[in-house]
């Protein structure tokens, strides 16, 4: 199974809600990404997480949170988001190699949400 | 700053080899030059990577300059599926991947 899945594929919120998107991958990988991608965009990388420890926050607003409860499955927890936030959020997953760094990371589809 | 620099937009005709640069001026010495492609705003797909020699596989070869401060990948012949926003991207020692404004690649039949 070399496959990272993301849902929900859509999602609509308003900016007082709370919602959740959830990525998940059954290839051993130890290490997880969630990025944003604007329109138009590359993906802008947000959070790493190794060994399910979060190990890099690319100074991302407290209004998303990531969680990895473990080592399969990364979250991320919305809450009163702007529509500015509007974009298609992707999660990656790559092995981790201590002190090697050619490892590929493997994408879902991403989950496009949109803010109200 | 942006790591990588790409032309925004290529042409190629169908059945004919693409080239798409990538310059890197900054990257590090334990850095690797990665490239995706993207299609309609699915995931990005893995097509290559390489430190400093050049490498080739099934989908595509990567041409790394001696001072790896640009690189070239090469699809050999372009299908109309190899339609698509290619991603040249520099992966650093802290496990990041910092991806370019990519270059939008169109096959003409």
């Known amino acids: 199974d070399t496959e990272v899945t993301q849902t929900p594929k859509h999602l609509v919120m308003g900016m007082t809600n709370k919602k959740s998107l959830k990525c998940e991958q059954h290839m051993g990988h130890r290490a997880m990404y969630w990025y944003k991608q604007k329109a138009k965009k590359p993906p802008e990388l947000m959070f790493v997480y190794s060994y399910e420890k979060l190990s890099i926050n690319e100074s991302v607003p407290s209004r998303f949170s990531p969680e990895c409860p473990n080592s399969s499955l990364l979250n991320l927890h919305l809450h009163a988001l702007q529509p500015e936030d509007s974009a298609l959020y992707l999660c990656a997953s790559s092995q981790l190699n201590m002190g090697f760094y050619d490892n590929e990371q493997f994408f879902g589809p991403g989950t496009r949400l949109t803010v109200l | 700053d942006a790591k990588t620099t790409q032309p925004p937009s290529m042409d190629c005709a169908e059945g004919r080899a693409a080239n798409l640069p990538c310059n890197h001026s900054t990257i590090s010495g334990n850095e690797y030059v990665y490239w995706y492609r993207q299609i309609h705003s699915q995931g990005p797909q893995y097509i290559i990577h390489?430190?400093?020699n050049n490498e080739t596989n099934e989908m595509a070869s990567l041409i790394i300059t001696e001072d790896r401060k640009s690189s070239t990948l090469i699809l050999p012949h372009a299908t109309l599926r190899d339609t698509a926003v290619y991603y040249c991207i520099v992966r650093t020692a802290g496990n990041q991947f910092y991806f370019g404004t990519g270059t939008s690649l169109t096959v003409i039949p």
């Open positions: 390489g430190l400093k």
